[in-house]
């Protein structure tokens, strides 16, 4: 599904990169430690700019604070995007990330945008 996006991407005239944000945590111990998550897509057109999870599916909660976890580590206000294979219409969630359903993805150039 990644390479399946990338490459739409790239025929769109992104730039793609993978990114990578820091999180702190704090242990059960107390203890803050420094946890590298990375971002499938970051990609890049003038001066817009998106943040891109890609996930097959998303089970339980668990799998989807994992997924999400990246986006919300980012400390900017371009748009976050988390893209799942499903015919879902697009939502906004209460953290302001897009869900995108991945034929929405291919079918519509402009779905970014939504």
Not at 45 to 53: E, F, L, M, P
Not at 77 to 87: A, D, H, M
Request: glycine letters at 8%.
């Amino acid at each position: 599904m990644e390479n399946i996006m990338y490459n739409e991407l790239i025929c769109r005239g992104y730039s793609v990169d993978v990114g990578v944000v820091d999180i702190f945590e704090t242990g059960p111990e107390g203890k803050r430690k420094r946890v590298s998550c990375e971002i499938d897509f970051v990609i890049n057109k003038g001066a817009k700019r998106y943040y891109i999870q890609s996930a097959l599916s998303l089970g339980n909660a668990q799998k989807e604070k994992a997924e999400l976890r990246p986006l919300l580590g980012v400390r900017d206000f371009f748009r976050k995007i988390l893209v799942t294979k499903s015919g879902m219409k697009p939502w906004m969630d209460e953290q302001g990330i897009l869900h995108l359903g991945l034929y929405e993805f291919l079918l519509d150039p402009a779905a970014l945008d939504f």
